[in-house]
């Protein structure tokens, strides 16, 4: 969800440097690079190990749904191009299924809000795999199971290098998604990387995964010969 369907990373990483510079003494644009895809758990512990946090863990939860709350009601807006990427998809009766580390409260705001929850026959989110988010494989694995389709069926679409390497790890080709926000990300792990969603028209990308399969097969075909 978070930077491939809505432009949240983003509107985080605004929301996140004014407020981590608020309690931090030291507080970079470099570090807040370090965060995107990071649960908020993770990031507090991490600036507790690492930045030597003092505010209480409680208080720092309720701040950051308190932005949440507002990124996801009022500053996002969708991918270019997402609608048209659910509606290539559904008219060829591909099911879709989301895997989002976030709080199953914030993926419902997204939903709700754009009225998206209908497209998705699976929806799954940090709460159903807690402590094993990304980019532990298990958000992925769980998508697969729910949608009934084995995971080297399945194409991840993902624009950070934590969920890059969750969607490797569960088994699945993935697409390294650049939004022109996300130029920082290594990606390189992605089987290919797209600009946008206009590039993974149906057509055009059944066509690429069929190269990316035969390209994947091919040193297995020259070893048995």
């Known amino acids: 969800m978070d930077g491939v369907m809505v432009d949240s990373e983003h509107q985080w990483m605004l929301a996140e440097q004014a ?24 990031i507090y512990a991490m600036l507790v190990r690492d930045h030597g946090l003092k505010m209480d863990k409680a208080e720092f939860m309720g701040r950051c749904h308190r932005m949440a709350d507002d990124i996801y ?9 997402l609608r048209d990427f659910i509606r290539g998809l559904k ?4 099911p879709l299924g989301l895997a989002s580390s976030s709080p199953a409260s914030w993926v419902d ?7 998206l929850r209908r497209h998705f026959a699976a929806v799954i989110t940090g709460d159903d795999a807690p402590g094993r988010t990304k980019p532990a494989p298990d958000l992925y ?5 729910r ?25 699945m080709t993935c697409v390294g998604l650049r939004s022109g926000r996300n130029a920082e990300q290594d990606l390189c792990e992605a ?3 797209a600009r ?8 055009r990308l059944i066509s690429r995964l069929k190269t990316a399969c035969a390209l994947t097969k091919a040193p297995q075909s020259a070893s048995k010969a």
């Open 19 to 42: 407020f981590f510079r608020s309690i931090l003494s030291r507080w970079s644009a470099s570090d807040n690079h370090k965060v995107v895809g990071v649960i908020v758990e993770d």
């Open 73 to 81: 009601r009022r500053r996002v807006s969708l991918t270019p191009r």
């Open 91 to 94: 008219s060829h009766a591909t």
């Open 109 to 115: 705001i997204v939903l709700k809000r754009f009225r």
């Open 141 to 145: 694995l769980l998508a697969a199971r």
């Open 147 to 171: 949608l009934g389709v084995r995971p080297s069926r399945c194409l991840a679409v993902e624009d950070s290098s934590i969920g890059v390497r969750a969607a490797k790890a569960a088994g």
């Open 191 to 193: 089987d290919w990387e």
């Open 196 to 203: 946008g969603f206009a590039e993974l028209g149906y057509r």
